[in-house]
């Protein structure tokens, strides 16, 4: 079941990609509020990366299904005082919105483990309730982010606002996209960029995404979270 919705999906990533003529992104299968057990499934149908949002949740996912080599990433808001957990946990954290992450996530990335891929958050449509920098704030996170030898500076991640009117998406990942060609021709590094959810992924792909985070399309909908 969850194999042949996972190469569904992974066709239907493929059709948009050679619709749009670039080449396929990467999928990313976003496992928050999913048991360990969904994972496996997943995993065992041959998908290698999964995203988290809550880093306790995740931390006890990962160590249930240690020591299978999953890459994790980090799609949720991060806490500063949880950022020596995600160091420790993830393969790739990408919500990095502001200085004062840069400097934590690196002093607690452990010597033994390869740097920490980073993506950096954009709030590409100003939304008030939203994490994420803003467009303005990118050089100089990216500086940052560049000078520690304990993070790799990876590209960008952003959430855009669900508008219903899709040309309204449309300008947003558009955005996105320069941005990061922007950042790319800084850093030649600079490799992902993340936008795309269930509704809006084959417009996401259109408009330059390197990779997709998928739940719902995969996993169905999700249990809702215990207070
Ligand atoms: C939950 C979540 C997703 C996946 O959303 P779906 O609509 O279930 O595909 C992707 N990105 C982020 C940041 C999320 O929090």
């Known amino acids: 079941?969850?194999?042949?919705?996972?190469?569904?999906?992974?066709?239907?990533?493929?059709?948009?990609?050679?619709?749009?003529?670039?080449?396929?992104?990467?999928?990313?299968?976003?496992?928050?509020?999913?048991?360990?057990?969904?994972?496996?499934?997943?995993?065992?149908a041959g998908q290698h990366a999964f995203g988290e949002n809550y880093v306790q949740e995740a931390q006890a996912k990962i160590?249930?299904?240690?020591?299978?080599?999953?890459?994790?990433h980090l799609i949720g808001h991060l806490q500063s005082n949880k950022a020596d957990?995600?160091?420790?946990?993830?393969?790739?954290?990408?919500?990095?919105?502001?200085?004062?992450?840069?400097?934590?996530l690196s002093r607690y990335r452990p010597a033994e483990l390869p740097p920490l891929n980073v993506l950096i958050q954009v709030?590409?449509?100003?939304?008030?309730?939203?994490?994420?920098?803003?467009?303005?704030?990118?050089?100089?996170?990216?500086?940052?982010?560049?000078?520690?030898?304990?993070?790799?500076?990876?590209?960008?991640?952003?959430i855009p606002a669900p508008h219903p009117d899709p040309a309204l998406r449309a300008?947003?990942?558009?955005?996105?996209?320069?941005?990061?060609?922007g950042l790319a021709a800084e850093y030649p590094q600079v490799d992902t960029l993340s936008m795309g959810m269930s509704d809006d992924y084959a417009l996401a792909i259109a408009h330059g995404a390197t990779m997709v985070r998928i739940g719902t399309a995969l996993f169905g909908a999700r249990p809702t979270r215990s207070p």
């Open 1 to 44: 079941m969850l194999a042949d919705t996972l190469s569904e999906t992974l066709q239907r990533i493929e059709n948009a990609a050679d619709a749009a003529q670039r080449p396929a992104p990467r999928l990313l299968a976003v496992s928050k509020l999913q048991p360990a057990a969904a994972v496996a499934a997943l995993a065992a």
């Open 63 to 72: 160590a249930e299904l240690a020591p299978s080599a999953l890459e994790w």
């Open 85 to 104: 957990v995600a160091a420790r946990t993830f393969d790739w954290v990408q919500t990095v919105d502001r200085h004062k992450l840069i400097g934590a």
């Open 123 to 158: 709030n590409i449509d100003d939304e008030a309730s939203k994490h994420g920098c803003h467009p303005q704030d990118i050089p100089a996170l990216a500086r940052a982010i560049a000078a520690e030898p304990r993070l790799a500076l990876r590209g960008l991640m952003a």
């Open 171 to 181: 300008a947003a990942f558009s955005r996105m996209k320069a941005l990061y060609d």
